[in-house]
């Protein structure tokens, strides 16, 4: 009851022929259930998930309807062109979903289904869904690297650590608070984070974690050099990466269809593409998401278009 087959109907789009110049994602797109999945070889293997959940982002009094965004992400990613069809393979796994407000189930879901793709050699592109898709997706990581130390990036405007309310329980802000009390050694870099969205103390408890952070004003041509610098020498010391990515670290003419909207956010610029490129040439990259896109809330489909040219960065990196 947590898990939806995909769907080959939410990829549609223009077709210029078959011909493996004109072909487009929603041609090559692979719809297989999690159950039938196998072992994939050397050829880069990308496994699509939706997390079709917005619970946490209702506990955490926002904007709720982000867990409609999968469907709209697919339906962008459709007409994608496939330029190098020899490189990579993409796979449909379906959607893990959250019925009658059970968000620790569909969270556990979404923990198993993430490590059943890593240990088949896939690499997962989550579609989120509330931000709260980062705590079942880091679990899933464990569950599959059980060994090894992991490092989440987390481009986004909040640190999401807050603690939670024992009324209410988990939510779209707790997950790396969560995170952060299960493990022994917590790594964690947030690049984007406003001062005027923290609280004091938000940033005492990063700071009692050891969190590295970077704010958002300081996403400017005079620092590329140093924010470079600091994503290197984290993914230096750490085994394995999650790369997680909260829309609303990007300002609201860009990105209007989020929870929480940053006037001041940063833009999509080349200096966020230098410091994204430079996470995705990493061979320790294992896994990513997209969170909080909440498609009611978009214009002309602004903050989806967004979102999914970042997974198709992700995908011919």
């Not at 898990?3 to 939410?10: G, I, R």
């Not at 024992?166 to 952060?180: L, M, V």
Request: proline share 4%.
């Amino acid at each position: 009851t947590m898990y939806q087959h995909p769907n080959k109907t939410n990829w549609q789009g223009r077709t210029d022929g078959n011909e493996t110049d004109v072909l487009r994602w929603h041609q090559v797109v692979d719809c297989k259930p999690i159950t039938a999945i196998s072992m994939q070889g050397k050829k880069a293997s990308y496994a699509i998930v939706g997390f079709a959940c917005d619970e946490g982002v209702r506990r955490n009094k926002g904007r709720v309807g982000a867990k409609t965004a999968p469907t709209t992400l697919r339906t962008i990613c459709s007409n994608f062109p496939v330029h190098e069809a020899n490189k990579f393979t993409i796979t449909d796994v379906g959607d893990c979903i959250c019925p009658d407000q059970h968000l620790e189930t569909a969270q556990a879901e979404l923990s198993d289904t993430i490590a059943q793709l890593l240990k088949h050699n896939y690499h997962p592109i989550v579609f989120g869904g509330g931000h709260e898709v980062a705590y079942g997706h880091f679990q899933g990581i464990k569950k599959a690297f059980p060994t090894k130390k992991i490092g989440i990036i987390n481009f986004d405007a909040h640190f999401d650590m807050r603690e939670p309310e024992p009324a209410i329980g988990a939510s779209s802000g707790t997950g790396f608070w969560q995170i952060a009390h299960e493990e022994t050694d917590f790594n964690y870099l947030v690049l984007g984070i406003q001062e005027n969205s923290n609280t004091k103390r938000l940033f005492d408890t990063a700071h009692q974690f050891g969190v590295q952070y970077v704010l958002g004003d300081d996403f400017n041509y005079d620092n590329r050099e140093a924010i470079l610098l600091k994503v290197k020498e984290f993914i230096d010391k750490i085994d394995i990466v999650y790369l997680t990515i909260c829309l609303d670290v990007f300002a609201a003419p860009f990105a209007p269809a989020v929870s929480a909207l940053a006037y001041n956010g940063i833009i999509p610029d080349k200096i966020f593409k230098d410091i994204f490129r430079s996470i995705l040439a990493s061979p320790k990259l294992v896994s990513a998401d997209i969170a909080e896109l909440n498609p009611s809330l978009d214009i002309d489909n602004r903050t989806a278009r967004l979102a999914a040219s970042l997974v198709y960065k992700m995908a011919i990196f």
